[in-house]
């Protein structure tokens, strides 16, 4: 069934979703402006490919119809219509998108069957230095907190078990090998699970590549959550991020690594309920209820 949603509530909506985004995209833009670069709170906007307008370009998702006078603008959304006063998911995209709906639906149902596993600590990053030539580091600019010697012995030490291939496809030529699977992207349904953090922040990919059906208060709940894994995720990598004011996860040690696994636990805990409602976005957009009806052309 379609949800109404009269102009008031909408736009009361759509202005705390922009304060909410603002906080996070504000930031970026001044240190833009003014050339500055960070590797930690960049990444989400960097990596990802979702522009920081689009993140905060509010709309209501499929099985949603924002009405009133003002409809139209909502409209204006990539993927919505406007018709008799309603903008919502235009019906067409539901079948041009299918497969790729289909596609996340079964990774993403893949992925929360299983249980989370912990204990990589985070080696994806150190793997992504190891042995590292000129050109493979991805922060040239920032320092190894062990040095280059130090790091190659932290990997080679532990045991390096990196199931994301978004991951794994960055580690150095030298490191691959030592990873106990070889992560590919026809496997990635297969190989995934709820205790990655990659696995964590990859909710918001798929969130915003659901767009228009999810709506645009879900894709930033995930981003919310990406942006604090990052900042595990860096604070466990070997790179030193103190004049960034980025206290380390020191894995290498007993401490760092019982943090790490407390970090990974929490993120999988908190990522199901995600993982749950993007579930239900592609199982409404395969399925969808019948639509407002749009006029005749």
Known sequence: ?????????????????QQRVDAWVQPLL?????????????????????????????????????????????????????????????PAITAERRDRVSWIRNLLGAIASRPPLVGCFGLHEWAMVYQARDG?????????????????????THRIACSHFDAFRF???????????????????????????????DCYKWAYTLAPFASAELVADCFELAREVR????????????DLGVTPIRIETAAGKAEYVAAQRAFAQRSVDLRRRLIAVCDEALNPSPCPPLPEA
Not at 1 to 17: D, F, G, K, Y
């Open 1 to 17: 069934m379609w949800t109404e949603v009269p102009e008031p509530q909408w736009r009361a909506r759509q202005i705390l979703h």
């Open 30 to 90: 001044d240190r833009r402006s003014r050339g500055i670069k960070h590797p930690v709170e960049d990444f989400l906007f960097t990596y990802y490919s979702f522009r920081p307008a689009a993140l905060r370009r509010w709309h209501p998702g499929i099985g949603v119809a924002a009405s009133g006078e003002g409809a139209y603008e909502v409209a204006r959304v990539k993927g919505y219509v406007f018709a008799d006063g309603l903008a919502f998911v235009d």
């Open 136 to 156: 493979e580091l991805r922060h040239a600019a920032r320092r190894l907190r062990l040095g280059q010697a130090g790091t190659d012995e932290v990997v080679e």
């Open 171 to 201: 580690f150095t030529e030298s490191a691959r090998s030592l990873n106990v699977i070889q992560p590919n992207r026809a496997e990635q349904p297969r190989n995934e699970q709820p205790g990655c953090l990659h696995v964590a922040m």
């Open 231 to 242: 900042q595990v995720d860096m604070r466990a990598s070997p790179y030193d991020l103190s």
